[in-house]
T-cell receptor, first 115, second 113 residues
Framework: GENVEQHPSTLSVQEGDSAVIKCTYS??????FPWYKQELGKRPQLIID?????GEKKDQRIAVTLNKTAKHFSLHITETQPEDSAVYFC??????????????FGQGTTLQVKP | EAQVTQNPRYLITVTGKKLTVTCSQN?????MSWYRQDPGLGLRQIYY???????DKGDVPEGYKVSRKEKRNFPLILESPSPNQTSLYFC????????????FGPGTRLTVT
């Protein structure tokens, strides 16, 4: 079945450094790739998403890149701050007329930003 | 206020005692879904519903049931809970289908002894 692999499982960076989290998906028909942030004890919340018709999307300090050929996508956080410390999840699904109703999440990355 | 609510937030129960976790959204979303979160395994989809009376299995449906009789409600039913169903459960909803932003409920921490 469909699968999303996420790496690394934990990531520790110094404040101000960049962080990169990578995901690989198996369903070549996937065309929607969101990233969720989950702070300790809280619910996941969408921080950025990308659709397969674009290769990169930016929103202030965060960006997502997509390589459809290799079936992988990455989250980039620049100038990290302590409040970026959280668990980050990638996910993949089919949207629109080809959607199956499934949303497959990666295993999560615990990001720690040290002051 | 637009929100997804779940009840109860915390539940400790014993093996075999039927329980229901409720989920309700007030955003008129068509799509609703249940996930369980376990350390190292991420969020795994249990069941989803594309609209009223339309439900289907996710990746880990064994031991769970759902129903979607009304658009706003999507209860998760454990007919005979077992210790391996001890987990953190999230309900989520969105417009249309999973290719849209998911709005998550606050989570339900379930312990089965």
């Amino acid at each position: 079945g469909e699968n999303v692999e996420q790496h690394p499982s934990t990531l520790s960076v110094q404040e101000g450094d960049s962080a990169v989290i990578k995901c690989t998906y198996s369903d070549s028909a996937s065309n929607y790739f969101p990233w969720y942030k989950q702070e300790l004890g809280k619910r996941p919340q969408l921080i950025i998403d990308i659709r397969s018709n674009v290769g990169e999307k930016k929103d202030q300090r965060i960006a997502v890149t997509l390589n459809k050929t290799a079936k992988h996508f990455s989250l980039h956080i620049t100038e990290t701050q302590p409040e970026d410390s959280a668990v980050y999840f990638c996910a993949a699904s089919r949207s629109g007329s080809s959607n199956t109703g499934k949303l497959i999440f990666g295993q999560g990355t615990t990001l720690q930003v040290k002051p | 206020e637009a929100q997804v609510t779940q009840n109860p937030r915390y539940l400790i129960t014993v093996t075999g005692k039927k329980l229901t976790v409720t989920c309700s959204q007030n955003m008129n979303h068509e799509y609703m879904s249940w996930y369980r979160q376990d350390p190292g395994l991420g969020l795994r989809q249990i069941y989803y519903s594309m609209n009223v009376e339309v439900t289907d299995k996710g990746d880990v449906p064994e031991g769970y049931k759902v129903s979607r009789k009304e658009k706003r409600n999507f209860p998760l039913i454990l007919e005979s809970p077992s210790p391996n169903q001890t987990s953190l459960y999230f309900c989520a909803s969105s417009f249309g289908n999973p290719g849209r932003e998911q709005y998550f409920g606050p989570g339900t921490r379930l312990t089965v002894t």
